[in-house]
């Protein structure tokens, strides 16, 4: 992991080649982390591969940070192998228009990862492939990993005992 000088000045490079992309940077407990504007995504990731070394992305998250706005947040984990050094690169987006452009095209490994997050959360990503539905029927209505979401599920009918169930037999 950078440091947290070395994740002051990977920010420093970004901001300089990007500007207005990096709107902050946490290091904790060993996790350097670069908040950045929803419009940079792909050239931060880009320039992250290209000049810093980060070939390989690992993850992509969806979270709800319920009640605070903006509420959805998506999280890239990027990893550099040769030095085995990770850093997160995340952004926030409002739930009024949960929209970021996908980095598919780029990174392949995150299309069904940005799926899961679109079935999850309903971040919609700009220019995927295939964004429909992984995890839910596609008829299903709402997110379920949202805050909000009513909790409680839906009733699970076992019939293997029930003498009123076609095809019982004792």
Same mark, same amino acid.
């Given at each position: ?8 000045? #990977? ?23 670069? *908040? ?9 990731? &880009? &320039?992250?591969?290209?000049? %810093? ?6 993850? @992509?998250?969806?979270?709800?940070? $319920?009640? %605070? ?10 990893? +550099?192998?040769?030095?085995?050094d990770r #850093?997160? @690169?995340?952004l926030r @987006? ?5 929209? #970021?452009?996908?980095?598919?095209p780029d990174?392949?490994? &995150?299309?069904? *990862? ?15 492939? +295939? ?8 008829? $299903?209505?709402? %997110? ?15 019939? %293997?005992?029930? &003498? ?7």
């Amino acid at each position: 992991m950078p440091d947290q000088v070395g994740l002051e000045l #990977i920010a420093a490079a970004l901001g300089e080649a990007i500007p207005g992309s990096v709107l902050d940077t946490e290091y904790f407990r060993g996790q350097a982390s670069l *908040q950045v504007a929803p419009s940079a995504v792909r050239p931060v990731l &880009a &320039a992250l591969r290209e000049s %810093h070394g980060y070939r390989a992305l690992m993850s @992509v998250h969806g979270v709800d940070y $319920y009640p %605070h706005e903006p509420r959805l947040g998506v999280h890239y984990q990027l990893l +550099d192998m040769f030095r085995v050094d990770r #850093i997160a @690169v995340k952004l926030r @987006v409002t739930l009024d228009a949960p929209s #970021i452009e996908s980095v598919t095209p780029d990174w392949p490994t &995150a299309n069904h *990862q940005e799926r899961e997050v679109y079935d999850m959360f309903g971040v919609e990503f700009e220019g995927h492939p +295939d964004l429909r539905r992984i995890l839910m029927p596609e008829d $299903y209505e709402g %997110h379920p990993q949202r805050r909000d979401f009513p909790l409680g599920g839906e009733p699970v009918l076992f019939t %293997h005992n029930d &003498a009123t169930s076609p095809g019982w037999t004792r």
